[in-house]
């Protein structure tokens, strides 16, 4: 068996639901769809469908921080204290900068440590979903998880570190950290299907996302994405920033 016909395969003997996009210097060499986006209305995934990325949008909260870097209102050494001062003093060591965020060494605690997690399917947090539509309003639930790790010791996969960074760049330019995304982001790379809606007013062709219950995650993650995810995104979208890197 041959490419594309494993990759059919794979689709086949799986319970995949989504978008999937092959491509080689920028060439399309495959592309696929398959389940619904909607299941109570039985509205088919299309390769045009926008998903919530979930992680990946760190690496868009990386693309920003490093862009802010290259144009001179952060550095790398820069700490998180000197920008946000009391906001984050009592449970953020003072010696974290913004290369320890980047790099998942800044020791702070995880509002959801996935290697502690469990049932992703349970709240990671303990406020509602829905008051949690800007990077700063997940400061109460950042400040429950004190400081864990010596800053640039211990490499620990880190949601609330990148949290940190969508409040950072705020703070050091003024502008909010959705706006941030967009003109120094995905502007730039012409991804014309990419932004943070709030999941109870999602635009046209976004996906509703489901836990292995069935039931939507809207109760789940806030209704507004931070740094470390609530990005929606197509493949085209994707593969666009692929290109532009």
């Known amino acids: 068996m041959t490419f594309p016909d494993d990759l059919d395969a794979v689709l086949e003997s799986s319970d995949f639901s989504g978008a999937v996009l092959v491509s080689q210097a920028g060439r399309p060499l495959a592309e696929r769809h398959r389940g619904f986006s909607h299941r109570a209305l039985e509205i088919t995934n299309r390769i045009d469908t926008r998903f919530a990325v979930a992680s990946v949008t760190k690496g868009l909260t990386g693309l920003t921080v490093a862009s802010l870097i290259e144009s001179g209102e952060l550095t790398f050494d820069t700490?998180?204290?000197?920008?946000?001062?009391?906001?984050?003093?009592?449970?953020?060591?003072?010696?974290?900068?913004?290369r320890h965020l980047l790099g998942h060494t800044s020791g702070v605690g995880d509002y959801i440590d996935e290697d502690e997690a469990g049932d992703i399917d349970d709240p990671p947090f303990e406020v509602s979903p829905g008051a949690l539509d800007t990077p700063s309003a997940s400061l109460p639930l950042l400040a429950k998880h004190p400081h864990r790790d010596p800053p640039g010791e211990v490499f620990r996969y880190n949601n609330s570190g990148f949290v940190l960074l969508s409040i950072a760049v705020e703070a050091a330019t003024g502008e909010s950290y959705f706006d941030l995304v967009r003109t120094r982001v995905t502007d730039p790379a012409a991804m014309i299907d990419t932004d943070f809606p709030r999941s109870d007013e999602l635009p046209a062709r976004a996906a509703l996302c489901y836990l292995a219950s069935g039931r939507t995650n809207v109760f789940k993650v806030p209704v507004r994405g931070a740094g470390d995810g609530g990005a929606y995104s197509t493949v085209a979208d994707l593969e666009r920033l692929w290109t532009a890197l």
């Open 79 to 98: 700490t998180l204290v000197s920008l946000l001062g009391d906001r984050v003093s009592s449970f953020v060591d003072g010696d974290v900068t913004i």
